[in-house]
């Protein structure tokens, strides 16, 4: 039996370890995988929940983190190293930036037959500045040319590493999307809608708009609470913003909303012009207490939240980013604007807003759209045949 070393930058909620801890649980019995896994920041919610219910013990590096420290990163290099020897894996599978630059360097000087990695986003553009950006094309565009293969999540994605940053030639990507367990997102509906608006005081009447992820500048919120507060200003419907996570920018949220005159009040939520749930781990119990969901990010690979959101028939407005448009249907279950253009977002919201059966039609599709291309089943079944191709060509 083939074995797999599956390396994640850190077990966050995300897309990245719902797709690790998957293709760890189904690609049994075909292959044997070890997963191992950095540490979390202290302002993200973990996702442990995830490998601790398909039964998963993960390896954890304590000193691999997101953020770059030449002496840890070095301490982890040779701890997967260790790894490597011991485990002796016919496959190195990496997903995300600092575990793919640590993982495929260990791999390559151990002489691992099949090298892969996936890119779950990128940061070459609106991460860093243009001389960090140049060293990490140069180091991603090395560490693909000595690995077996590369894959993209998305179609967007895979031209704008190709063609747009020029990582390698295209025969060394395979596009393979996410997958995730969908049907629980479309189950006891009513139920989880009643429980969540409840729980944060939302009335019938009341149109919520969520916007889910890290608290951190990619995601701009700030930009959310603009395109909000235009669109409060401008319908008969009331309106809440329903702020889903937390992280490095939340006092920097606070200020911006005093700014507007957006109206916070914690003590009182009945009052409230803006609702902070901090992370919720079970998103599906979330999402049918919403009207609309909200992306504002400046950049994405494959927005989960879009994804989940299809999957509740939450009708969606979005920034056009980076894989969105592989993962939504414009028109019908997304409408996409400009990530500069708040007056042609807040334009997005206010259809939704003022259109009750717009809102209907939206979510109705969204299940269909989502519920085949990102199965679990599907990513695990592609992998696979990856992974066997791979190994043929080596041996």
């Given at each position: 039996m083939p074995k797999v070393l599956r390396i994640i930058n850190r077990l966050n909620l995300g897309g990245p370890t719902y797709n690790a801890a998957y293709l760890t649980k189904y690609l049994e019995p075909d292959f044997e995988t070890l997963l191992v896994a950095g540490m979390k920041d202290d302002s993200e919610a973990s996702s442990e929940f995830i490998t601790e219910s398909l039964g998963l013990k993960p390896i954890f590096i304590k000193d691999m983190h997101r953020s770059l420290h030449p002496i840890k990163d070095i301490k982890s290099y040779q701890e997967i190293v260790k790894i490597i020897r011991e485990f002796k894996p016919d496959i190195v599978h990496t997903h995300a930036a600092k575990s793919g630059t640590l993982g495929r360097l260990a791999a390559i000087n151990e002489g691992v037959p099949v090298i892969v990695h996936t890119f779950h986003g990128h940061v070459f553009h609106s991460y860093f500045n243009p001389i960090k950006t140049k060293i990490f094309l140069f180091i991603e565009r090395y560490l693909s040319k000595k690995s077996s293969k590369t894959i993209a999540i998305s179609n967007k994605q895979f031209e704008e590493l190709c063609y747009d940053f020029k990582i390698d030639e295209v025969k060394k990507f395979e596009i393979i999307p996410l997958g995730f367990d969908l049907e629980r997102?479309?189950?006891?509906?009513?139920?989880?809608?009643?429980?969540?608006?409840?729980?944060?005081?939302?009335?019938?009447?009341?149109?919520?708009?969520?916007?889910?992820?890290?608290?951190?500048?990619?995601?701009?919120?700030?930009?959310?609470?603009?395109?909000?507060?235009?669109?409060?200003?401008?319908?008969?419907?009331?309106?809440?913003?329903?702020?889903?996570?937390?992280?490095?920018?939340?006092?920097?949220?606070?200020?911006?909303?005093?700014?507007?005159?957006?109206?916070?009040?914690?003590?009182?939520?009945?009052?409230?012009?803006?609702?902070?749930?901090?992370?919720?781990?079970?998103?599906?119990?979330?999402?049918?207490?919403?009207?609309?969901?909200?992306?504002?990010?400046?950049?994405?690979?494959?927005?989960?939240?879009?994804?989940?959101?299809?999957?509740?028939?939450?009708?969606?407005?979005?920034?056009?980013?980076?894989?969105?448009?592989?993962?939504?249907?414009?028109?019908?279950?997304?409408?996409?604007?400009?990530?500069?253009?708040?007056?042609?977002?807040?334009?997005?919201?206010?259809?939704?807003?003022?259109?009750?059966?717009?809102?209907?039609?939206?979510?109705?599709?969204?299940?269909?759209?989502?519920?085949?291309?990102?199965?679990?089943?599907?990513?695990?079944?592609?992998?696979?045949?990856?992974?066997?191709?791979?190994?043929?060509?080596?041996?």
């Amino acid at each position: 039996m083939p074995k797999v070393l599956r390396i994640i930058n850190r077990l966050n909620l995300g897309g990245p370890t719902y797709n690790a801890a998957y293709l760890t649980k189904y690609l049994e019995p075909d292959f044997e995988t070890l997963l191992v896994a950095g540490m979390k920041d202290d302002s993200e919610a973990s996702s442990e929940f995830i490998t601790e219910s398909l039964g998963l013990k993960p390896i954890f590096i304590k000193d691999m983190h997101r953020s770059l420290h030449p002496i840890k990163d070095i301490k982890s290099y040779q701890e997967i190293v260790k790894i490597i020897r011991e485990f002796k894996p016919d496959i190195v599978h990496t997903h995300a930036a600092k575990s793919g630059t640590l993982g495929r360097l260990a791999a390559i000087n151990e002489g691992v037959p099949v090298i892969v990695h996936t890119f779950h986003g990128h940061v070459f553009h609106s991460y860093f500045n243009p001389i960090k950006t140049k060293i990490f094309l140069f180091i991603e565009r090395y560490l693909s040319k000595k690995s077996s293969k590369t894959i993209a999540i998305s179609n967007k994605q895979f031209e704008e590493l190709c063609y747009d940053f020029k990582i390698d030639e295209v025969k060394k990507f395979e596009i393979i999307p996410l997958g995730f367990d969908l049907e629980r997102f479309n189950v006891k509906k009513e139920e989880k809608r009643a429980e969540f608006r409840k729980k944060y005081h939302i009335k019938d009447d009341e149109i919520a708009i969520g916007i889910i992820g890290r608290l951190v500048p990619v995601k701009n919120h700030n930009f959310f609470l603009e395109a909000f507060n235009e669109a409060k200003n401008k319908t008969k419907h009331k309106i809440k913003a329903v702020i889903i996570g937390d992280g490095e920018l939340k006092e920097d949220v606070f200020a911006k909303a005093a700014e507007l005159n957006l109206n916070i009040n914690l003590s009182n939520p009945d009052l409230t012009d803006i609702i902070f749930t901090s992370w919720i781990t079970e998103v599906d119990k979330a999402l049918p207490g919403l009207e609309i969901i909200a992306l504002t990010s400046l950049n994405e690979g494959t927005p989960v939240s879009l994804i989940e959101a299809q999957a509740a028939g939450v009708p969606i407005v979005s920034t056009r980013v980076g894989g969105i448009e592989d993962v939504v249907i414009e028109n019908e279950t997304a409408f996409l604007s400009s990530k500069t253009d708040v007056s042609e977002f807040t334009q997005q919201l206010l259809k939704l807003i003022e259109n009750e059966n717009l809102r209907k039609s939206f979510a109705e599709k969204g299940f269909q759209n989502v519920i085949e291309k990102f199965s679990y089943l599907r990513l695990a079944k592609d992998v696979k045949h990856l992974y066997l191709k791979l190994l043929a060509e080596v041996k």
